[in-house]
């Protein structure tokens, strides 16, 4: 049992990142085999529309660290994804994870990667309360897990968050992340 974490925040070590950790040390105490995917630490780039995986070929035509991501989503058995809450919504590298997924999808928008997946979803925001993370949450239960044929497991969110540290004010914050961890398992 697999379960990987992509951290998309900008900001290495900051709230969303430590989120995602909290459950997949959840889902590691549940016998898991984590792995935590930060973004900052990769070269992927924004997908440029510009087709080449409908039309022959079956994987992007971009060679960057896409290309790891999408072996490590394929390969895994359950995700959580972790995101702040830009503007209202998630932040531009989360949807440039997302979009770049376009390749994980057949012409006929079949799935090249096996359906079923366990998908999680952690978010933070400062200022922001529940109305702010539910359309965000029903984007990634319809939208995403709908799409990729992944069994939507739960969001964990914490508001007033700015600090990097922040998260450490609420304790039970982990606690709750750590019983999402265990449920991807
Ligand atoms: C460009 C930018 C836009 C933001 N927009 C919002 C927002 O619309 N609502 C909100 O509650 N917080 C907003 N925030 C605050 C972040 O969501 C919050 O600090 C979050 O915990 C950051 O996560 P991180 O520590 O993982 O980077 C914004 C932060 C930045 C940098």
Redesign the pocket.
Known sequence: MKIIGI?T???KG??????VESVLAGAKDAGAETELICLTDQNIHPCIGCGDCKSGHDTCAQKDDMSMLYEKIAAADGIIF????????L?AQAYMVIDRMWALLNPDFSLRIPAGKKFAVAL??????AK?IQPMEQYFQNTVCGIFGFTYAGTVW??Q????A??EKFPEKITEANELGKRLV
């Open positions: 951290a925040s900008p900001r900051g709230n969303s990142q430590k989120l972790g995101a702040p809450i830009y503007f209202g919504r932040n933070t925001c400062g200022p922001g309360d702010t914490q508001n968050l700015m600090s990097p922040d998260l």
